[in-house]
């Protein structure tokens, strides 16, 4: 779960544990993460139908991980990108943060606000595992180092919901720039680039329907 959990971190501020991003953003970026994680780990693959792509699922044997086994389990056949995320979004980002919380990554803060409980939040605890990501996305994004398969998945992830500026402190349309360039490019075969590509569209589309949902 390399890819969810580093996104998870990302997304976190270290110091209070808020969220960087929206709360219909956050939810459909890990839940494109475990996606993207099934392909890049071949549990599934995607495949271009006449009228969709779809995300074909062939081999839903335990993983070991329960975030990955949770989506195998829940996904149905065939689904595209898009209603694969939609069908997770509510679902990974707990157990999730609960392995982070686990491994020592970060702590879980309750919340209460005039006696109401509100969602907790999830400062760092050891941010060595973060430091190092964003030491790796700085190299890529910043310095202009080819990106890794796994830094390639995180840069479309963070460029789907618009993060990358609050990862990197650097000027916002330059990160954008190379983001774009990262997320459309041909790092690890054709395959694993349309895998991402289509991924990083899924997750800005879910992200954006359901911010207008959430204003209406």
Known sequence: MRTAEDLALLLHDPDTGAPLVDSTSLPRALAGAVVLQLVLDDRARLEERRWRTVMVIGDRSATGDHVLDLALERLPAEPTPKAAIEKLQSRVRD??????????????????????????????????RRDAV???????????????????????LLRAVRAEHKVLDAP????????????????????????????????AAAASAGAVAAST
């Open 95 to 128: 157990p999730l943060l609960a392995g982070l919380v686990h491994d020592g990554s970060v702590r879980r803060e309750e919340r209460t606000v005039l006696g109401m409980a509100r969602s907790p939040r999830y400062p760092a605890a050891d941010r060595r």
């Open 134 to 156: 964003v030491a790796r996305l700085r190299s890529v994004l910043v310095d202009g180092a080819a990106p890794s398969t796994d830094d390639a998945a995180l840069v479309a």
């Open 172 to 203: 916002k349309r330059a990160l954008r720039d190379r983001s774009k360039v990262i997320a459309e490019g041909e790092w690890a075969g054709e395959a694993v680039r349309r895998a991402i590509a289509d991924v990083h569209a899924a997750v």
